[in-house]
């Protein structure tokens, strides 16, 4: 695992990048897909597309399943199974993409409560103002009717933080082995569920437009095999609660697709809570900058 407080590699940038990019498109994908497509279902092709994907990857050794189903669980089907349906049930994208972020400073809480893991005075100041932004934005008027969706959210977000925490213990599985046991557990499990309670799925399913499906595969194999795969890789590098806080730029952009390509209301509160988390991530890069440069002081020291 790389040095906790060394300077992020021009990869690792990348690989930041990369994933606030598939994401904030992503969350609007979902979007649009569960408007015709069950939720349950949705999730259960979304894993079953990418598992096919990464069947490759499920070589042995395998993890003890007693310390690795837990975390399958919680990234796949509980998490997934629960931000489609809310993606389902609320009218407008942006409030719950708001509380999805909520993950973050949730990642921060696990990794101190579990691992013991610390941040810098700076950089949790920076955390906390951006979840101070976000749930500004949360609280948005217009938001109030989408309350289930957003509490919905919340949930999810736990389940995902928590489990982001527990791949650090899992340094020996590689992120696309680890996305293909998530998929390998997350397809059945969520197809059972939509074969449950989603009887007319099938039927859906036959007249969905190429479109839809294409915003599925794009979950599937953008987001499932290079998203989150990218995710774990840079979490079993670094502290969390040091990669964590770039993705509060995500909601910005997801917000950005509603309001111009969706339909979402832009209002004072939003834009207030969206200025208050670029602020809590620039600060955030600030404390960066500063570990970065007292790395390399201390590299300098040591060759002197």
């Not at 691992?115 to 951006?130: K, V």
Request: hydrophobic residues 60%; charged residues 10%.
């Amino acid at each position: 695992m790389t040095s906790s407080r060394s300077p992020f590699a021009t990869s690792e940038w990348l690989a930041i990048a990369a994933i606030i990019l598939i994401w904030g498109v992503n969350n609007a994908a979902a979007k649009v897909a569960t408007g015709v497509l069950p939720p349950f279902f949705v999730g259960g092709a979304r894993f079953a597309i990418a598992l096919v994907v990464l069947i490759p990857f499920l070589r042995p050794p395998f993890p003890p399943w007693r310390q690795v189903l837990p975390i399958l669980l919680l990234l796949g089907p509980l998490h997934f199974g629960l931000i489609y349906y809310g993606f389902s049930i609320v009218k407008n994208l942006s409030p719950l993409v708001v509380s999805l972020q909520l993950w973050i400073p949730m990642t921060a809480f696990f990794a101190w409560r579990v691992l013991g893991e610390t941040m810098s005075r700076s950089g949790l100041a920076g955390m906390l103002i951006a979840f101070v932004g976000v749930a500004g934005m949360s609280l948005d008027p217009h938001a109030a009717g989408d309350l289930p969706g957003i509490l919905i959210g919340v949930v999810a977000s736990a389940m995902w933080a928590l489990g982001t925490v527990w791949v650090r213990r899992t340094p020996g599985v590689t992120p696309l082995k680890m996305q293909a046991l998530t998929s390998l557990v997350g397809a059945p499990v969520l197809l059972a569920a939509s074969a449950l309670f989603e009887p007319d799925a099938l039927q859906r399913a036959a007249g969905a437009s190429w479109m839809i499906w294409g915003l599925v595969g794009w979950a599937a194999l953008a987001s499932t095999v290079g998203a989150s795969a990218l995710l774990f890789w840079l979490v079993q590098r670094r502290e969390p609660g040091r990669v964590t806080p770039w993705f509060l730029l995500t909601p910005l952009l997801s917000c950005g697709i509603g309001v111009g390509l969706m339909g979402d209301h832009l209002t004072p509160q939003l834009l207030l809570g969206g200025a208050a988390t670029l602020s809590g991530v620039a600060l955030v890069a600030l404390s960066e900058r500063r570990a970065a440069a007292a790395a390399a002081a201390a590299v300098a020291v040591d060759q002197a």
